[in-house]
């Protein structure tokens, strides 16, 4: 069994910053791409970051310039800096990722639980 599990969102002001962490654990054969998504209370899951298994990233276009995704693969964990953080950043923050195991052998999405981030203005 594969588990998610996020950390480090709260309240912040406008301008400011947090850094979201996900560690992934359980029978991991392989971790392939690993990414955020957030929502907002009414609103559809949005994707927000995305990092291959060779690093590259990418982001949606509203927080470009502003967060870094990044990855430790020895570690199993992925991580999102973001700075200059504006009220319509407030969301459930949602760690995705998509993972290799043996017993059974397949490749299947797995999400965390979601933390909370919430800018104030």
């Known amino acids: 069994q594969v588990q998610l599990v996020e950390s480090g969102g709260g309240l912040v002001q406008t301008g400011g910053s947090l850094r979201l962490s996900c560690a992934a654990s359980?029978?991991?054969?392989?971790?392939?791409?690993m990414g955020w998504y957030r929502q907002a209370p009414g609103k559809q899951r949005e994707w927000v970051a995305l990092?291959?298994?060779?690093?590259?990233?990418n982001y949606v276009d509203s927080v470009k310039g502003r967060f870094t995704i990044s990855r430790d693969n020895t570690k199993n964990t992925v991580d999102l800096q973001m700075n200059s953080l504006k009220p319509e950043d407030t969301s459930v923050y949602y760690c995705?990722?998509?993972?290799?195991?043996?017993?059974?052998?397949?490749?299947?999405?797995?999400w965390g639980q979601g933390t909370q981030v919430t800018v104030s203005s």
């Open positions: 995705n990722a998509l993972i290799a195991t043996t017993q059974p052998m397949r490749v299947t999405q797995y």
């Open positions: 990092i291959t298994s060779g690093s590259d990233t």
């Open positions: 359980g029978s991991i054969f392989r971790i392939n791409s």
